[in-house]
């Protein structure tokens, strides 16, 4: 499915929902909050927020394409007991207020997320990231390697068009990027919004509940936002700059033979993708489709463990 366009379409089309909760719905069932939360008091931008929890090393949770902070809540009510976890909130997502209108995402999140480190005295955290996020820890590695300790990468590509084929490229890419973006935009209907939101939660979660909460999380985006962060993701190739990385980067990606990614391609595809980053570790998570803290949570949890570990 990886290799076709109508295919890779789809997946792209599906990043818009990457799952997050603004609060009630699942709050309590699915993802319960951590006591004594706080905000990084020296730390304003428009562009994200960071809610800090726990004590210890720090760890760097970043969310998806349309997606709350909300997603990684089970991993960091769990790591919170050992490490202090810094949860993202990237602007204009899942309620998030959003001043930029259609101008760029990706880049200026990347640029915020270096300064936050900086800002808050955070010596090389771990960074891990779900999607779109995943795509930013990588790019801040990159940009940025005194500042980052190491990297895990959670079902994303370094090049997420390369889902279209090995041939496509940025330029060539670039039309369909700008279509898709104007296409998002025109898409005001709520209803409209919401049944396409359902039909596509299916093939990014095995989970009931958290389909339910990346479609109520993308409605509650603002679609200026997701629409440039759409845009900024089809035409982000971060491939040229792997040869030359030095920091750790494990790469988790999911496959699912009943409905979601079939394992002997996704095998193939992040292969390849990631064939020119030394030393990075790539580890493939069965019965799961994107949304893998919510398929297979204790398989991410022994996955994050051992990373956070340097195993």
Same mark, same amino acid.
């Given at each position: 499915m990886f290799n076709t366009a109508p295919s890779g379409r789809a997946i792209l089309r599906a990043l818009c929902l990457a799952a997050a909760v603004t609060a009630a719905p699942l709050g309590v069932a699915l993802l319960p909050s951590i006591?004594?939360?706080?905000?990084? %008091? #020296?730390?304003?931008?428009?562009?994200?927020?960071? /809610? =800090?929890? *726990?004590?210890?090393?720090?760890v760097v949770l970043i969310p998806g394409l349309a997606s709350s902070r909300e997603v990684w809540r089970p991993l960091a009510n769990r790591l919170s007991a050992t490490h202090r976890v810094h949860l993202v909130q990237l602007a204009g997502f899942a309620g998030?207020?959003?001043?930029?209108?259609?101008?760029?995402?990706?880049? %200026? #999140?990347?640029?915020?997320?270096?300064?936050?480190? /900086? =800002?808050? *005295?955070?010596e090389r955290p771990a960074v891990i990231g779900h999607s779109m996020g995943g795509l930013s820890g990588l790019l801040l590695a990159q940009r940025h390697p005194d500042r980052v300790g190491r990297v895990m990468i959670v079902d994303a590509l370094p090049f997420f068009s390369a889902l279209y084929g090995p041939q496509v490229t940025v330029e060539s890419v670039r039309p369909m990027a700008e279509q898709a973006r104007a296409a998002m935009i025109a898409n005001t209907d709520p209803d409209t919004r919401r049944r396409q939101g359902e039909a596509t939660a299916i093939g990014m979660a095995r989970d009931p509940a958290i389909r339910e909460a990346m479609v109520e999380w993308t409605l509650a985006s603002d679609v200026r936002a997701v629409a440039a962060a759409f845009h900024d993701v089809m035409t982000t190739d971060a491939r040229p700059g792997l040869a030359a990385m030095t920091t750790p980067v494990t790469a988790v990606y999911a496959t699912d033979a009943d409905g979601g990614p079939p394992p002997a391609m996704a095998e193939a595809l992040w292969t390849r993708e990631y064939s020119t980053l030394?030393?990075?570790?790539?580890?493939?998570?069965?019965?799961?489709?994107?949304?893998?803290?919510?398929?297979?949570?204790?398989?991410?949890?022994?996955?994050?463990?051992g990373f956070l570990a340097g195993r």
């Open positions: 006591a004594e939360a706080q905000t990084a %008091p #020296a730390f304003t931008s428009d562009r994200l927020s960071v /809610e =800090v929890v *726990g004590a210890g090393p720090d998030e207020p959003w001043i930029h209108g259609d101008g760029p995402f990706v880049d %200026p #999140a990347v640029a915020e997320l270096a300064r936050y480190i /900086e =800002v808050a *005295g955070l030394p030393g990075v570790t790539v580890v493939r998570v069965d019965g799961s489709r994107h949304f893998i803290m919510a398929d297979q949570p204790e398989r991410l949890d022994d996955l994050v463990d």
